[in-house]
């Protein structure tokens, strides 16, 4: 099952992302992605651990999250 992750989500985790790289993550910023991940989580009935997880591996890994989804279509169009 794909992980649903919303515009709120990725924009937050790019955010703390970009602080981090910066080492200027804020309690605030990292309180704020958590709270999201949380929320969502539970708004979609999925794992807070895999939310959080697909939502790192989206923003800290572009092109290996890319790769990926391209395989996975690649992958359903054959079915």
């Known amino acids: 099952m794909a992980i649903e992750l919303n515009d709120e989500l990725i924009q937050l985790e790019t955010q ?5 790289q910066a080492k200027e ?3 605030a ?3 704020a992605v958590q709270a999201a991940i949380v929320a ?3 708004a979609t009935k999925q ?3 895999d939310v ?3 939502l790192k591996f989206r923003i800290r890994n ?3 999250y890319e790769e990926r989804e391209r395989k996975r279509r690649e992958a359903a169009a054959k079915k």
């Open 52 to 54: 959080e997880m697909e």
């Open 29 to 31: 910023t990292a309180a």
């Open 16 to 20: 703390a992302w970009a602080e981090i």
């Open 47 to 49: 794992s807070r651990y």
């Open 25 to 27: 993550l804020t309690v």
């Open 40 to 42: 969502h989580a539970e």
């Open 62 to 64: 572009p092109e290996a």
